[in-house]
């Protein structure tokens, strides 16, 4: 008589062959739970719908709030000015200004440093949201900053780390 708690060999073997493709699912289907991002960017800037898509499909779940007073929130979150970008983000103590890659928020968010955040200043072409076809990319750093200064973070050309 078989006994129906009994794993037969046929459904360990289903399981194992199901296991790469739990693997390979976009981010928003798998088990990881990333923080909330919540943008602060201009009701009328394009390239910030780009960024913001950029790290929806990293997986990161947003909140878009479309304010005509960014500048205030940057003052107040200690960005510096020659740092300051088109949008403003915050994730889970740490300010996110600019175009910064996916990628190296999920490094930020590994590590942990002491910091107030990481910032791309300006806009460069080829950064998530400023990705347009025929552009040529720019090499630029992502610059961890707090109150007393900043250092090159990680380096990209587009959106290839390097």
Same mark, same amino acid.
């Given at each position: 008589m078989r006994n129906d708690l009994t794993i037969s060999r046929?459904?360990? @073997?289903?399981?194992?062959?199901? @296991?790469?493709?739990?693997f390979s699912l976009p981010g928003p289907l798998r088990a990881e739970t990333l923080p909330l991002v919540t943008v602060t960017k201009d009701p009328s800037c394009g390239c910030c719908d780009?960024?913001?898509?950029?790290?929806?499909?990293?997986?990161?779940?947003?909140?878009?709030?479309?304010s005509d007073d960014v500048f205030s929130l940057k003052q107040r979150l200690g960005v510096p000015a020659d740092l300051a970008s088109c949008h403003t983000a915050e994730v889970d103590g740490y300010v996110?200004?600019?175009?910064?890659?996916?990628v190296a928020l999920r490094r930020l968010l590994a590590e942990r440093p002491q910091a107030i955040g990481l910032a791309v200043p300006g806009m460069p072409a080829g950064s998530p949201g400023m990705d347009f076809p025929g552009v040529e990319p720019e090499l630029y750093d992502? @610059?961890?900053?707090?109150?007393?200064?900043?250092?090159?973070f990680l380096r990209f050309n587009g959106a290839q780390e390097i």
């Open positions: 046929r459904a360990i @073997l289903a399981a194992a062959g199901a @296991l790469p493709l739990a780009g960024w913001v898509a950029h790290i929806e499909a990293a997986g990161f779940p947003v909140r878009v709030i479309e996110i200004e600019g175009h910064v890659p996916a992502v @610059l961890l900053f707090d109150a007393s200064g900043r250092r090159a």
